[in-house]
């Protein structure tokens, strides 16, 4: 369908979901690096050992990028299904895109008042498109 490939909003969604998947290795794989393969592999029965801060703050970036996106991938069918994509939507899907991926590195980083301010930005654009979607 012409509808869903040619707007922003979902070109933004389908780049999330791509964020959302490399988010995911690299978290993974960090974890794994930390916990050894023997333990990834098991059934998991006991609980993990300890973490680097960096595979920490990894793992639960991508736990707040999971929290988010489905709040954010909804209205951007809605509004594509409906055909009623605006200015104001296009500019909410591609800051939420834009500020989530500039939190990876961030949260990374460990630097806590940038990352919330970012977290926030990428909240905005998601409430931007909600908008657009419910009006």
């Not at 595979?55 to 991938?73: C, H, I, Q, W, Y």
């Not at 605006?86 to 940038?114: C, D, E, H, K, M």
Request: hydrophobic share 55%.
């Amino acid at each position: 369908m012409k509808l869903f490939t040619g707007s922003i909003e979902v070109q933004m969604l389908l780049w999330s979901v791509v964020l959302g998947i490399a988010h995911l290795v690299i978290a993974t794989s960090m974890s794994n690096w930390d916990l050894g393969l023997a333990y990834n592999i098991s059934s998991r029965d006991l609980p993990p050992g300890p973490v680097s801060p960096l595979t920490a703050r990894l793992l639960r970036g991508f736990e707040n990028f999971k929290e988010t996106f489905v709040f954010f991938a909804v209205p951007v069918l809605v509004l594509a299904i409906m055909g009623r994509q605006n200015a104001t939507s296009a500019l909410g899907a591609q800051l939420y895109f834009w500020a989530r991926l500039v939190y990876v590195p961030v949260y990374a980083a460990g630097i806590p008042v940038l990352r919330t301010l970012i977290w926030t930005a990428s909240f905005v654009g998601l409430v931007m498109v909600l908008v657009a979607a419910l009006t």
